[in-house]
C-alpha cells in the first residue's frame, strides 16, 4: 500500500493539500462533539460518573469496526475510505446533537467510534504514501492540521456556546461545510487500492511495532481526556464562567497545532528518542499544575504545555511505523494506530470513573502518570 505502487496523475502537491484537508476535517468533527460535551452533559442531566459511562461507547464502536477497517482498507482503499468515513463521522455528529435520551445517544456514540476508527487509519495511510512521495518528514505537518481544525472547532464551539445555540444546529452547520469540502478534495487523493491477492485484513504488529503502539497509547489517552474533560475541568473544579469554559482547551488546541509544525525539525535536529521523552515529561509537569493551582491562569499554562507534551508523540510514532521492514506501511499503520487510538478513547470514560469515586483532579493525576509512562517506555525502546 506504499506510494510506489500506485500513480498519481496530479502533481504532488494537490496530493499533500488533499491529505492535509482530510486531515483537518475530521479533526474539525471531534472538536465540534468535545466543545459541547459539557452542554449535552447538562441537557441530560448526567453526573460525571454517568457521562464517562456514556463516553465508553466510542470505544466500543472503535472494538467493532477493528476487523470491518482493515478488511475495509484492503478490499477499496484508503481513498474511499476516507470518503465513507469522513462521511458517516460527519452525519454521525449530527446524530450526537440531536439525540435526546441517553439510549440513542449511546448508540449514536457506538457508531461515531465506529467512524472515527476507520477514518484515523484511512487518513494516515493517505499520509505514510504522500510522505514517501516527498522522500522527508512531513507526518506531523499532517496533524498539525487535525490539531489546527481542533483549535478552530473549539473556538466555533465556544462561540456557540456564548450565543446559546443549540448542539443539534452547530453540528448540522458544522457536517454541511465538511461534506462538500471533502467531495471536492477527494479527487486529488491518492488511489492505492491493490489487487485482490495482495489485499489483507487486520494483521497484528510484531514486538517492535507493538511498542511503538503503546506509547501511541499512553500519549492518546493524555490527548483523548483534554479533548473531553478540558472544559468540565474549567466548569467544575476552576468554576469558569461560559465565556471562559473553553479557555483551556482552546490553548491545549493552539499549542498542539504549533508543537506538530516543529515537530519535524525538533526531532530531525535532538532525534526521535530525545523528543518522546521531552514530550512526556512537558504532559505530566503540565498536568500536575493544573491539578496543584487550580485557578484559570495557571491551569491555562498547564494545559498549554500539555499541547506542546502530546503533540509530537503520534506523528512521529506513526512516521516510523509506515517504515516498517516486516509489514506494507498501510498494515502497521492500521495496527499501530490501532492500538493508540484505543488509548485516546477509553481515557476519557476511565477518567469519568475515577472522577465519579474521587474527583476530577485525582483523575488528571492519573493522565500525568501515563505522561510519565511515555517518557519510560520511550528510554527503554530501540527508535
Avoid at 452547520?173 to 491493490?194: C, E, H, P, Q, W
Avoid at 504549533?258 to 532525534?271: L, N, S, T, V, Y
Amino acid at each position: 500500500m506504499g506510494a510506489q505502487a500506485v500513480s498519481f496523475p496530479y502533481p504532488k502537491h494537490y496530493l499533500r493539500i488533499a491529505v492535509s484537508t482530510v486531515f483537518f476535517l475530521p479533526g474539525i468533527i471531534f472538536a465540534s462533539w468535545a466543545s459541547r460535551i459539557a452542554t449535552i452533559q447538562q441537557t441530560l442531566n448526567l453526573s460525571d460518573a454517568a457521562l464517562g459511562g456514556i463516553l465508553f461507547c466510542i470505544p466500543v464502536g472503535l472494538i467493532i469496526s477493528l476487523p470491518v477497517a482493515g478488511w475495509l482498507i484492503s478490499r477499496i482503499g484508503s481513498r474511499m475510505l476516507v470518503l465513507l468515513g469522513i462521511s458517516a463521522y460527519a452525519v454521525g455528529l449530527v446524530g450526537l446533537g440531536w439525540a435526546p435520551n441517553v439510549p440513542l445517544l449511546m448508540a449514536c456514540m457506538v457508531g461515531f467510534g465506529f467512524a472515527s476508527n476507520s477514518v484515523n487509519i484511512a487518513v494516515n495511510t493517505q499520509a505514510v504514501a504522500t510522505e514517501k512521495l516527498y522522500n522527508k518528514p512531513i507526518m506531523a505537518s499532517f496533524h498539525g492540521l487535525w490539531s489546527l481544525a481542533g483549535f478552530a472547532g473549539a473556538g466555533i464551539g465556544t462561540f456557540m456556546i456564548g450565543k446559546n445555540i443549540l448542539p443539534l444546529y452547530h453540528f448540522a452547520l458544522m457536517t454541511a461545510i465538511v461534506l462538500v469540502i471533502l467531495f471536492v478534495s477527494y479527487r486529488y487523493l491518492l488511489n492505492d487500492k491493490g489487487p485482490a491477492e495482495t489485499r489483507q485484513g487486520f494483521v497484528m504488529p510484531d514486538r517492535p511495532l507493538i511498542k511503538l503502539g503503546i506509547i501511541a497509547f499512553c500519549s492518546l489517552i493524555c490527548e483523548g481526556a483534554m479533548f473531553d474533560w478540558s472544559v468540565i475541568y474549567f466548569k467544575k473544579v476552576l468554576h469558569a464562567h461560559n465565556g471562559w469554559m473553553g479557555a483551556g482547551y482552546t490553548v491545549f488546541m493552539c499549542t498542539m497545532a504549533m508543537g506538530r509544525f516543529i515537530a519535524d525539525w525538533f526531532a530531525h535536529r535532538f532525534g526521535l528518542k530525545q523528543t518522546l521523552q521531552i514530550s512526556g515529561l512537558l504532559t505530566a509537569v503540565g498536568l500536575l499544575i493544573a491539578v496543584i493551582f487550580p485557578q484559570i491562569p495557571t491551569a491555562m499554562i498547564g494545559f498549554l504545555l500539555v499541547g506542546f507534551g502530546v503533540s509530537s508523540v503520534v506523528p512521529m510514532i506513526y512516521s516510523v511505523a509506515g517504515k516498517s521492514k516486516t509489514m506494507s506501511p498501510g498494515m502497521a499503520l492500521a495496527a499501530v494506530s490501532t492500538i493508540g487510538f484505543v488509548g485516546f478513547l477509553v481515557g476519557p470514560p476511565v477518567i469519568g470513573f475515577v472522577a465519579g469515586l474521587f474527583n476530577l483532579r485525582v483523575s488528571f493525576i492519573l493522565i500525568a502518570v501515563m505522561g510519565l509512562c511515555v517518557t519510560g517506555i520511550s528510554s527503554k525502546v530501540k527508535i
